[in-house]
């Protein structure tokens, strides 16, 4: 027997081939209920997808922004707080009788509650195979419901603002002005005006007008304060006159157009007085 004749090579199997490797999916078609691979098919069709919608939605919010108002001001009473539009829909559902005053535990924590619960649940509820809707009837069935009830009552809260009332809450209506919160008389001022007049003497919408463009020197202000004027009833000032004299130096000092000259000593009285009157007449 001659030397090699009659040998046979075998692979052996514990030695890994990595000179190449299997890159194609898998073919998923003979299991039931999982037609392809997740990775990439499935998810690169999800991110599709969503960037679709996401590039469709910053051009809705670009060509019709979501109106802002200004931030809510605890010292005016007229100010009805309204929430963004997504929530609107539980705004709402909190005016119904069954979920709101001796019932607002239903309305805040029972309805969402429901409905966050068989969010969790629907997978467990609906474990049909299959990926039409047809065949998810419950899944379907619990998104139909949650979407027709939030698309509805959104749409009623909508309808039932007055947005051309509201307009003077929003952000381009804003006043920036800040008053100097260290004056003696700012004390008497939030103590007595600010519900009114704003707090920063920008008036309030269907309380009182706005204190900066005024002219009125200080006693003209002490006068108003005492006796009223217009809508604005007398004696509404409760202090002693030194908080008196504080109050009507604050409100001159305050304003833009004071120089803070002259106006302090009162100076001008009538002529402010007149003017005063004039300016205050509209509120």
């Excluded at 679709?52 to 670009?62: D, K, N, Q």
């Excluded at 008053?179 to 004390?187: A, L, R």
């Excluded at 509404?236 to 157009?257: K, T, Y």
């Amino acid at each position: 027997m001659h030397k090699g004749k009659g040998m046979k090579f075998v692979g052996d199997s514990r030695i890994q081939d990595k000179g190449q490797r299997n890159t194609i999916p898998k073919d998923y078609s003979e299991y039931p209920g999982r037609t392809e691979a997740f990775w990439p098919n499935f998810l690169l069709k999800e991110w599709l997808v969503g960037a679709v919608f996401l590039i469709g939605f910053l051009c809705l919010v670009a060509v019709a922004p979501s109106p802002l108002e200004q931030q809510a001001d605890p010292n005016n009473s007229a100010y009805i707080p309204l929430p963004d539009w997504y929530f609107l829909f539980l705004y709402e559902l909190l005016k119904f009788e069954f979920a709101s005053a001796d019932y607002v535990v239903i309305g805040t924590v029972g309805i969402p509650g429901l409905a966050f619960g068989a969010l969790l649940l629907a997978p467990f509820l609906d474990r049909g195979p299959g990926r039409r809707p047809s065949q998810r009837p419950i899944a379907n069935g619990m998104m139909l419901m949650g979407v027709i009830a939030t698309v509805w009552l959104t749409y009623v809260s909508v309808t039932a603002v007055d947005w051309e009332q509201r307009e003077q809450y929003s952000i381009a209506n804003a006043t920036e002005h800040e008053v100097d919160t260290e004056h003696p008389g700012y004390e008497a001022y939030s103590n007595n005006c600010m519900s009114c007049h704003g707090e920063n003497m920008g008036g309030n919408a269907g309380m009182g007008p706005s204190l900066l463009e005024s002219q009125m020197n200080v006693d003209a202000v002490k006068d108003i304060a005492r006796n009223g004027i217009g809508d604005m009833p007398a004696n509404q000032f409760e202090g002693s006159d030194e908080e008196l004299e504080n109050l009507a130096n604050f409100i001159v000092d305050n304003r833009p157009s004071s120089d803070g000259e002259g106006e302090g000593n009162g100076e001008g009285s009538s002529e402010g007085s007149s003017e005063g009157e004039n300016s205050d007449s509209e509120s």
